[in-house]
């Protein structure tokens, strides 16, 4: 019995290093066949790792949307570029037209005339032959002892008539009878008489020395302690008798 019974061990041992020994190798085999297998690139998808007692657990692909429920596409509005506009230039604001001051009067109008003598004032010329006929005074000359007149037709008086000559400066100062005054001026004129100079007698019509000329107030002025209007005419002018 001894000996059955140490026979069932020793077989019971050589078993167990059979089953020893052949697990031995497929563990050898095994990490032999991982060591020159080929790497193989990931799948696509990432899986789960099987681990004994577990389940595997594939991931559903993700439900695709329905055109009907599917989100409006957002439409971009796409903006042209656009020349930026040009900044309109900055203008000050229009101011009113500046008119130039009118000029002045050579002399400031007169209030209401009071009653005064008239005295009257102005220049003969003679004309220069190369303006002959020629409303000018280019050239022209002062002329001396020219008679100048004054004719005034007072409707309470009969017409009066005045003269007076010129000195070496062409001027001449006259005074009306003391029968006319400022109130009737406008009833006078002043004209050429006559000329001391043969060659230049025939007068001018510039400026009414031929037809009579009417009187411009000048100024007040006290003459022989009595109250005077002067007045302006001319300046007069002789046409010369030239050669050709």
Same mark, same amino acid.
């Given at each position: 019995?001894?000996?059955?019974?140490?026979? /069932?061990?020793?077989?019971?041992?050589?078993?167990?290093?059979?089953?020893?020994?052949?697990?031995?190798?497929?563990?050898?085999?095994?990490?032999?066949?991982?060591?020159?297998?080929?790497?193989?690139?990931?799948?696509?998808?990432?899986?789960?790792?099987?681990?004994?007692?577990?389940?595997?657990?594939?991931?559903?692909?993700?439900?695709?949307?329905?055109?009907?429920?599917?989100?409006?596409?957002?439409?971009?509005?796409?903006?042209?570029?656009?020349?930026?506009?040009?900044?309109?230039?900055?203008?000050?604001?229009?101011?009113?037209?500046?008119?130039?001051? @009118?000029?002045?009067?050579?002399?400031?109008?007169?209030?209401?005339?009071? !009653?005064?003598? *008239?005295?009257?004032?102005? /220049?003969?010329?003679?004309?220069?032959?190369?303006?002959?006929?020629?409303?000018?005074?280019?050239?022209?000359?002062?002329?001396?002892?020219?008679?100048?007149?004054?004719?005034?037709?007072?409707?309470?008086?009969?017409?009066?008539?005045?003269?007076?000559?010129?000195?070496?400066?062409?001027?001449?100062?006259?005074?009306?009878?003391?029968?006319?005054?400022?109130?009737?001026?406008?009833?006078?004129?002043?004209?050429?008489?006559?000329?001391?100079?043969?060659?230049? !007698?025939?007068?001018?019509?510039?400026?009414?020395?031929?037809?009579?000329?009417?009187?411009?107030?000048?100024?007040?002025?006290? *003459?022989?302690?009595?109250?005077?209007?002067?007045?302006?005419?001319?300046?007069? @002018?002789?046409?010369?008798?030239?050669?050709?």
């Amino acid at each position: 019995m001894a000996k059955a019974f140490l026979l /069932v061990q020793l077989l019971l041992l050589a078993l167990s290093f059979l089953a020893l020994s052949s697990h031995g190798e497929e563990l050898a085999a095994a990490v032999t066949s991982d060591a020159v297998s080929p790497v193989r690139p990931p799948a696509a998808s990432p899986t789960h790792h099987h681990h004994p007692g577990h389940h595997h657990h594939h991931l559903a692909p993700a439900p695709v949307p329905s055109a009907a429920h599917a989100p409006a596409p957002h439409h971009h509005h796409h903006h042209h570029a656009h020349a930026p506009v040009p900044t309109p230039m900055a203008h000050p604001p229009p101011h009113p037209p500046v008119h130039p001051p @009118a000029h002045p009067p050579a002399h400031p109008p007169m209030g209401p005339m009071s !009653r005064r003598f *008239i005295a009257v004032q102005g /220049v003969v010329y003679c004309k220069s032959c190369k303006y002959s006929g020629v409303e000018t005074l280019l050239g022209a000359t002062p002329l001396l002892g020219a008679v100048v007149k004054l004719e005034c037709n007072n409707t309470k008086y009969r017409p009066t008539v005045q003269t007076a000559k010129t000195d070496k400066n062409g001027y001449f100062f006259l005074m009306a009878p003391k029968t006319i005054t400022t109130f009737a001026f406008h009833k006078c004129k002043a004209s050429l008489a006559s000329s001391p100079l043969p060659t230049c !007698r025939l007068p001018s019509p510039l400026h009414g020395g031929a037809a009579g000329a009417v009187l411009r107030p000048e100024k007040p002025a006290l *003459i022989d302690n009595l109250p005077y209007m002067v007045f302006n005419v001319g300046p007069f @002018a002789f046409e010369p008798q030239c050669k050709p």
